[in-house]
């Protein structure tokens, strides 16, 4: 069982349409992660959120994390062809660094 | 500064053979992971390590995966034996308290 549950798992879009991708859990975190991973490749970190409420933007891409700190959300607007990749969360339940991931959302951007 | 390496890109193995990966973490950081990532799916922790100690091994299948960090820098995963499905890429990941982590490109395994 994973800790951490992703919505949707696929996404397929055309390019200029906006996204949305959940991850959700029962447990609270200290802090929460996003990385894309593309083909071949580690994860790269995007943002972490520490702070229930916080909301984080990087360029068209704007982060949420839950007031309860159980789940957080991506939402990226005006989706380019460059966003395709596996999107990743992954949440830290102690302050021991602990990092547990999620399911992945493996989103296609169609030109 | 130098990323996580990680070694071999690939390995093709047949079931019931060892096979072992290596990962150097960057320079300076004390806490190492192993992951294991199916094709798709998020990375699953196998083993974290806090310098030379065992933080968390509760998901390593310990009747067949070992992992070890002698000198609290450089870490080695082994599988002994493989099954089918171990099949999986090996991603190795570094990081210090309260920084995000660092991954490696990961090894990728086929267990044929």
């Known amino acids: 069982t994973q800790l951490l549950e992703q919505s949707p798992q696929f996404l397929s879009i055309q390019e200029g349409e906006n996204l949305t991708v959940y991850c959700n859990s029962s447990?609270?975190?200290?802090?929460l992660q996003w990385y894309r991973q593309e083909p071949g490749e580690g994860p790269v970190l995007l943002v972490t959120?520490?702070?229930?409420?916080e909301v984080k933007k990087l360029k068209r891409l704007t982060f949420q994390f839950g007031d309860a700190r159980k789940d957080s959300s991506l939402h990226i607007t005006a989706a380019q062809p460059g966003d395709t990749g596996l999107y990743l969360c992954?949440?830290?339940?102690?302050?021991?660094?602990?990092?547990?991931f999620g399911t992945g959302t493996s989103l296609t951007v169609i030109p | 500064e130098a990323g996580v390496a990680q070694s071999p890109r690939y390995k093709i193995i047949e079931k019931r053979q060892s096979v072992a990966f290596w990962c150097n973490p960057i320079?300076?950081?004390?806490?190492l992971y192993w992951y294991q990532q199916i094709l798709g799916q998020g990375p699953k922790l196998l083993i974290q390590?806090?310098?030379?100690?065992?933080?968390?091994d509760s998901q390593l299948p310990k009747d067949r995966f070992s992992a070890e960090r002698l000198k609290g820098v450089d870490s080695t995963l082994k599988i002994q034996p493989a099954k089918l499905e171990d099949s999986a890429v090996y991603l190795c990941?570094?990081?210090?308290?309260?920084?995000?982590?660092?991954f490696g490109n990961g090894t990728r395994l086929t267990v044929t």
């Open positions: 320079s300076g950081h004390a806490t």
């Open positions: 390590f806090q310098n030379n100690g065992v933080v968390d």
């Open positions: 959120v520490v702070t229930g409420g």
């Open positions: 990941a570094s990081g210090t308290l309260g920084s995000p982590l660092h």
């Open positions: 992954a949440g830290d339940r102690e302050t021991g660094n602990q990092f547990y």
């Open positions: 447990s609270v975190f200290s802090s």
